[in-house]
């Protein structure tokens, strides 16, 4: 091996089709002898094992030594080693493997110095492993009757509602109704209807949980451009003056629940990395399989050696009769076959890295939001690694920084509704800013973005997140909302016939680096 480090351990364990436990790597590293003790370990596991255990390792490197006189103590040698170190992402030393033929360079971000001081101690994959929130695998409640759409509109609005009614002097839309005309009022509901008026103002319906009460927004207000930013079934709060005869709201204000201006993001206290992807789409014949193989080589060389997690924002297959005539763009038309060849890429990226996927449209799992993870078969199927499998949406904690990773199929919807200086596909961070300032990764049901009714919306964002990562509409884009870095991570998937018909043109082979210490990001392109 070209260094003795538990990054080339795995990489040489996948080269021969294996993955192992943390563990285990740590005592193939450190071994007297690591390719023999490697190669023992090899040669005697079992022929339908494909993830060597700690033990099986402990006994290879107990015959190899033993086959090593050099490895037996002598007078001169203690016959206790030093504690073995756990897995680290990092190079402990020796010289760093030549980065891939065509690896990019950075475009963009920096990689600044630890602002902890804390250096790399090769103690293991990260000290912090991942803690996911809001996984809602096995978890599901809903029946689709009219009690479980109900639920969940009242799950909606009384938190989204709540995270408003302390910046308004909100009264429900009944006590509105008795109220005398003239009077300052401030309701907090749900938009259920948006339409113009003869005369070219907005008339805006809010429903909450005792009524229905209609808010006028005159056209010559400046609060008139919020209303072309709004979504069906959204939660807002309106200020304003009652009619004198007390049947409508002439609306001054219209307040989003919003992430604070304030808002200080969480960062992490050492120099550490994640990597934000998306869209592999194994199985298209439009897969880069040479961009990921050199994403994949170049998260072993000393460059990357920050970067310990890698979060992967669903479509990891091309899926199967996803889009009309799909199957004349497959290049593996079996499912299963396709998570199988997934897996295999999967195993290319080190070992001790810590990866968490969430599904997306494309794969195998239900189409309505939030989509459960994949089944017991499928995480067989996709076992390298031991990667972190939750549901759509899902927040994950990683060194202190909570990065909200959402798949993104509401942004078509968003990007179709909403002006184009708010949300396109050429800027589809904004279209992320919306969702933020919404509060709701899906606000609007009934169109094209299918939700599923749950006791609990699952689909609220409860908690500002310090990062929030989507993909879906195969475009890079990236920027800051109130502090939150929002990253749409773009595809490895070339642009497609059915793209090309829609005039998508993707942005792939792009790997976003995110500084966890600092938040800051660099743009890694692989193709």
Request: one cysteine or more.
């Amino acid at each position: 091996m070209p260094r003795e480090t538990p990054v080339h351990v795995v990489s040489e364990l996948a080269k021969r089709g294996y993955n192992a436990d943390r563990e285990a790597v740590t005592l193939l590293a450190k071994a007297p002898d690591p390719d023999a003790a490697l190669e023992r370990a090899v040669e005697t596991a079992p022929d339908d094992v494909l993830r060597l255990t700690t033990d099986h390792v402990e006994s290879a490197i107990a015959d190899a030594s033993e086959c090593d006189p050099a490895s037996q103590p002598t007078a001169d040698s203690p016959e206790d080693s030093p504690a073995t170190p756990t897995v680290s992402s990092g190079a402990a030393g020796g010289q760093s493997e030549e980065p891939a033929p065509g690896a990019p360079a950075e475009t963009e971000g920096s990689h600044p110095p630890s602002a902890s001081g804390v250096t790399d101690t090769g103690t293991g994959r990260s000290p912090n492993p991942p803690v996911v929130h809001g996984d809602m695998t096995g978890e599901s409640t809903g029946t689709g009757t009219y009690d479980d759409f109900v639920a969940v509109f009242r799950d909606r609005y009384e938190r989204l509602a709540g995270q408003l009614r302390g910046r308004v002097n909100h009264r429900p839309t009944d006590t509105v109704d008795r109220m005398a005309g003239g009077e300052d009022v401030a309701i907090v509901g749900m938009v259920s209807d948006v339409r113009s008026t003869s005369g070219g103002h907005w008339l805006v319906e809010l429903e909450d949980t005792n009524g229905v009460f209609p808010c006028l927004v005159m056209k010559d207000r400046d609060v008139a451009d919020a209303v072309q930013e709004l979504l069906f079934d959204e939660v807002i709060a309106v200020e304003g003056t009652l009619s004198d005869d007390g049947e409508i709201v002439f609306v001054d204000a219209i307040h989003f629940p919003d992430v604070p201006r304030t808002h200080q993001p969480s960062t992490a206290d050492r120099h550490v990395q994640a990597a934000l992807i998306s869209d592999v789409h194994v199985g298209s014949q439009e897969f880069l399989a040479d961009a990921w193989n050199r994403f994949a080589d170049w998260l072993h060389t000393d460059e990357a050696e920050r970067v310990e997690y890698l979060l992967i924002a669903g479509d990891m297959v091309e899926g199967v009769g996803v889009y009309p005539d799909q199957d004349e763009e497959l290049d593996i038309v079996d499912i299963y076959d396709q998570y199988e060849q997934f897996n295999e890429h999967l195993k290319a990226v080190p070992g001790d890295l810590e990866i968490v996927m969430i599904p997306g449209n494309h794969d195998a799992v239900r189409l309505a939001e939030p989509q459960p993870a994949f089944d017991a078969e499928l995480r067989e199927i996709m076992a390298a690694h031991d990667a972190r499998i939750v549901s759509n949406p899902a927040t994950v904690t990683i060194e202190g920084v909570t990065v909200l990773m959402y798949h993104g199929v509401s942004l078509d919807e968003v990007i179709a509704e909403l002006p184009d200086d708010a949300a396109s596909y050429e800027n589809p961070h904004q279209a992320m800013y919306q969702l933020l300032r919404k509060r709701h990764v899906a606000p609007q049901f009934g169109g094209h973005t299918r939700l599923a009714p749950e006791e609990e919306d699952h689909l609220v964002i409860d908690e500002v997140p310090d990062v929030f990562h989507a993909g879906h509409v195969h475009k890079l884009g990236y920027g800051q909302y109130h502090n939150v870095l929002t990253v749409n991570s773009g595809c490895w998937q070339s642009q497609t016939a059915f793209q090309e018909s829609v005039n998508l043109d993707p942005d792939p082979g792009f790997a976003p680096i995110v500084d966890l210490d600092t938040l800051d990001l660099t743009l890694r392109k692989f193709v």
